[in-house]
């Protein structure tokens, strides 16, 4: 299957062509069709599946297609609603590639930042509106906004806008949309409240999904090392080292504790930069930028704020901690790996997590390939199912770094040759 195939306009399939998207991925394979026959469609998807451009190129079909329809003044005509700033800009950068042949234009408006520019731009006139929640329904309330000519609307990462507390922010949106709509509801999870929030805003809608196990076992390899809270610097200082030329992210289930990292790699020379809920906008967005820009190597991040990054060529995931809802680490992994490439995730695991590391597996249906013994294991650090090598005599001081993670490194995108995670049944028993 083509994106030709699909149907999709000229100028759509020539944006295309210049991203290099030669095939639609599975999401946008299924989800296209329905969507240029007008159908609501509700998604299960997480995003790195090209969730993106499932949605937003059928969009921008039906509204190049309906442009000589138009009236002088451009009326919005599609709403994206999504959980977080830096999402929402990835959303309208994604929207201005594909349509950059269509003379469609979008705008994107979000919190935290002060709102001249975006009701001015809103002034200008937009036919795709991309928009958080609260900032959102703030400039509808103060009647910059008019839904009137509204013909689709998208609601994406919803379990994440129930987690952020936004449900009470959308259904008040909902409310004021025009019943006469396309309707689309993307949520990587179903949990009863999502469910019962795409009855009310889907019509009659076909269900695509795609599985999250399916993302992660196929596209990113994965390992676990079992290591104490006190180790964690040491061994995430030691794979940075290891590994200079690739660019990862490391996960923080806090704010603190990803300020604390920063600080720990700091120490060592390292340079980090940390993206959370208290980091300003600017902040965020040159952290983010340099980190695209390949000048800075290490981003960590805690779950909320890393939602919908998307770099390219990103080498590796690290779960510093290891998340306590298994779906999160199902979304961390995904950084990596994304679209059709592969990538690597390793967590660091300890006594208190271990219980996390056995509702992932249940989840991804899969056990996560335990990482061999290296140096950083002390007395905290529980070893009972790892692969552990047969016990070296005391004193032998050569077989003592052979499991170190440096001589088992992970294997980057700039660093191929290096052996990958190991099986929990693989051989270095035999060693
Ligand atoms: P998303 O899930 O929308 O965040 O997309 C994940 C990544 O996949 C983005 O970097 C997209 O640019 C890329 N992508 C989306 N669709 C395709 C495709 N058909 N072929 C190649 N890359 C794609």
Sequence with gaps: M?????????????????????????????????????????????????????????????????????????????????????????????????????????????????QGKQVNALRGGV??????????????????ISFRDLEHVVLDEADQMLDMGFIHDIKKIIAKLPPKRQSLFFSATMPKDIVELSRKMLGDFERVTIKPEQA????????VYFVSKANKPKLLIHLIKENPENTLIVFSRTKHGANKIVKKLDQAGIRSAAIHGNKSQTARQKALSAFKEGDLKVLVATDIAARGIDVEDLSLVVNYDLPNVSETYVHRIGRTGRANASGIALSFCDKEERAYLRDIEKLIKQSVPRMPEHQFVDADTP?????????????????????????????????????????????????
């Design 2 to 114: 083509t994106f030709k195939e699909l149907g999709l306009a000229e100028p759509i399939l020539k944006a295309l062509e210049a991203e290099g998207y030669t095939h639609p991925t599975p999401i946008q394979e299924q989800s296209i069709p329905i969507l240029l026959q007008g159908k609501d469609l509700l998604g299960v998807a997480q995003t790195g599946t090209g969730k993106t451009a499932a949605f937003g190129i059928p969009i921008l079909h039906q509204l190049y297609e309906g442009i000589s329809l138009r009236q002088t003044k451009r009326k919005v005509k599609a709403l994206i609603v999504t959980p977080t700033r830096e999402l929402a800009i990835q959303i309208s950068e994604s929207l201005t590639a594909y349509g950059k042949h269509t003379g469609l234009r979008n705008t994107v408006i979000f919190g935290g930042v002060k």
């Design 127 to 144: 036919d795709i509106l991309v928009a958080t929640p609260g900032r959102l329904l703030d400039l509808m309330n103060q009647g910059f």
């Design 216 to 223: 992660t076992a196929e596209k990113v390899e994965q390992g």
């Design 383 to 431: 070893s009972d199912d790892q692969p552990m090598p047969p016990k070296k005599k005391q004193g032998n001081s050569r077989n003592k770094n052979r499991n170190r993670p440096g001589g088992n490194n992970f294997r980057g995108k700039n660093n191929r040759n290096t052996s990958r995670p190991k099986k929990r049944n693989d051989s270095s028993r035999s060693e």
